[in-house]
C-alpha cells in the first residue's frame, strides 16, 4: 500500500497548519498522548515534528513532505526540495522577520557595531554566517528559550530573535536594529519522494490545495443585482480576474452580477456600488481559488 509521510510542525505553527489543511479538504486530528495525528485520508500519515527538526527528517527520507520556515531550511542547511511557499503564521498571513535587538539605549546603531559583541539565539548557524560573510567578529550563542531576556537582563549584548510585528519587542523596552532574514513556511520534500511517481502525484494534489486555499483568503465573493441602465457603470466599478459574469435575471430589466475581488477592497466598493444602483449586494468567503 502507498503511503506518504507527512511532518506537520508542532508548536506555534501547528494550529494554523492543521487548519489550513482542513480549508483544503483534510481533517487532521491531533492526540494528546502521541506525536502522530490522525487524518481523513488513508494515503497519508502524520507526523508532528518541530519546525527546526523538519528539513532533515525530509531530507533524509523520515518524512516524504513536511512544512516549515525558510529559516530553519537555511539553519540546517538540509538537502531538501522547496515544492512551494505558503504566506501563513498563528496570528497572520504575512511573513515573519528575524530582527537584530538591543537594549533601547545601547550604542550599538547598525550590524557592524556587532564587532566584539555577545550575541544569543535560536537560529546561530545563518547568524554566524550573516556576520562572517561580513567581515564581523562577534560571539553567537545558542539560546533554549526566552532570548529577549537575555538581553534585558544584561546577559548579553543583542539577541537575533523572531517577530511578526515587532510590539512584543517594543513591550519589554528593546529596539529593533534591522533585519536579518525574512521567512514563510515552505512545503519541502526530497529528490527520492519526488522520483516516486505515485508520491509525486500526492505531493502535488497537496501542494495545489493548499495554494489555493491562502490564495482563496486574500478573495471574496460579490453578488449582487443591477438595473440594466447602470450595469455599464457597475460593471466599471469591478475589478475581476477577467470580466465578472452577468446574466439576465427573470425580469429582463434586471442583471445578476458576480465578480471575485480582493477581500480589501470591499469595504469601498460596496457603497460605490449601491450608489450606482446595485441592489442585494452579498459578500461570501471562499473556499479554494485555482
Not at 102 to 111: E, T
Request: glycine share 6%; net charge negative; aromatic share 6%.
Amino acid at each position: 500500500m502507498h503511503q506518504l509521510k507527512l511532518g506537520i510542525p508542532k508548536g506555534s505553527l501547528e494550529n494554523s497548519t492543521i487548519s489550513l489543511f482542513q480549508q483544503a479538504g483534510w481533517i487532521i486530528s491531533p492526540h494528546s498522548r502521541n506525536y502522530f495525528p490522525s487524518i481523513n485520508d488513508p494515503d497519508i500519515k502524520c507526523a508532528l515534528v518541530r519546525s527546526q527538526e523538519m528539513a532533515p527528517y525530509v531530507a533524509n527520507g523520515t518524512l516524504d513532505l513536511g512544512l516549515t520556515g525558510h529559516d530553519w531550511i537555511l539553519e540546517t542547511e538540509a538537502d531538501v526540495v522547496e515544492i512551494c511557499e505558503l504566506v501563513y503564521s498563528k496570528s497572520s498571513d504575512q511573513p515573519c522577520r528575524w530582527v537584530l535587538v538591543v537594549p533601547k539605549d545601547s550604542p550599538v546603531q547598525s550590524i557592524e557595531d556587532l564587532q566584539g559583541k555577545t550575541i544569543a539565539t535560536e537560529l546561530t548557524g545563518f547568524t554566524k554566517r550573516y556576520l562572517k560573510e561580513r567581515g564581523i567578529a562577534a560571539s553567537v550563542e545558542f539560546s533554549w528559550g526566552a532570548t529577549e531576556a537575555k538581553v534585558v537582563e544584561g546577559l548579553v549584548d543583542a539577541v537575533v530573535e523572531i517577530t511578526e510585528t515587532g510590539s512584543t519587542i517594543r513591550a519589554h523596552g528593546l529596539r529593533i536594529v534591522c533585519d536579518l532574514l525574512h521567512t514563510e513556511t515552505r512545503l519541502i520534500s526530497n529528490s527520492a519522494a519526488l522520483a516516486d511517481p505515485w508520491k509525486r502525484e500526492k505531493i502535488d494534489q497537496i501542494a495545489t490545495l493548499l495554494q489555493a486555499s491562502l490564495k482563496a483568503r486574500q478573495k471574496v465573493a460579490l453578488k449582487m443585482n443591477v438595473p440594466a441602465k447602470c450595469l455599464e457603470e457597475v460593471v466599471g466599478i469591478l475589478p475581476s480576474l477577467h470580466a465578472p459574469t452577468v446574466n439576465h435575471l427573470f425580469d429582463k430589466e434586471w442583471m445578476a452580477v458576480e465578480t471575485v475581488v480582493d477581500s480589501h477592497e470591499v469595504r469601498n466598493l460596496i457603497p460605490r456600488l449601491k450608489c450606482a444602483g446595485a441592489e442585494g449586494i452579498l459578500e461570501y468567503e471562499l473556499r479554494k481559488m485555482v
